[in-house]
């Protein structure tokens, strides 16, 4: 059975930071790209950043270059998002999701609200 679990969320200030972590079970984790989305209410899901099955390339939307980095540790299963200087617009759920040929799997989602 294949399990993505995401934690590392909560409420955070403005120019605060959060490192989410998934980690996985029930896949060849080194096999699969990763990658983190995000869904803000009323939003469609949208990819915040991903990285390859070895590390070796990474790719991020524009709202957050330069204030998020994901990286993943194959030992241990498991990818982070490393989030600083958040911005109220951040707030969404945070899935993670590992992706390999046709298969793609979704964690159940973090909730990261940024407010004062």
């Known amino acids: 059975q294949v399990q993505l679990v995401e934690s590392g969320g909560g409420l955070v200030q403005p120019g605060g930071s959060l490192r989410l972590a998934c980690a996985a079970s029930?896949?060849?984790?080194?096999?699969?790209?990763m990658s983190w989305y995000c869904q803000a209410p009323g939003k469609e899901r949208e990819l915040v950043a991903a990285i390859t099955s070895v590390g070796g390339s990474t790719n991020y939307a524009d709202s957050v270059k330069g204030r998020f980095t994901i990286s993943r540790d194959n030992a241990k299963n498991t990818v982070y998002l490393q989030m600083n200087s958040l911005k109220a617009e951040d707030t969404a759920v945070y899935y993670c999701?590992?992706?390999?040929?046709?298969?793609?799997?979704w964690g159940q989602g973090t909730q990261v609200t940024v407010s004062s």
């Open positions: 029930g896949i060849v984790f080194s096999n699969y790209a």
């Open positions: 999701s590992a992706v390999f040929n046709w298969r793609r799997y």
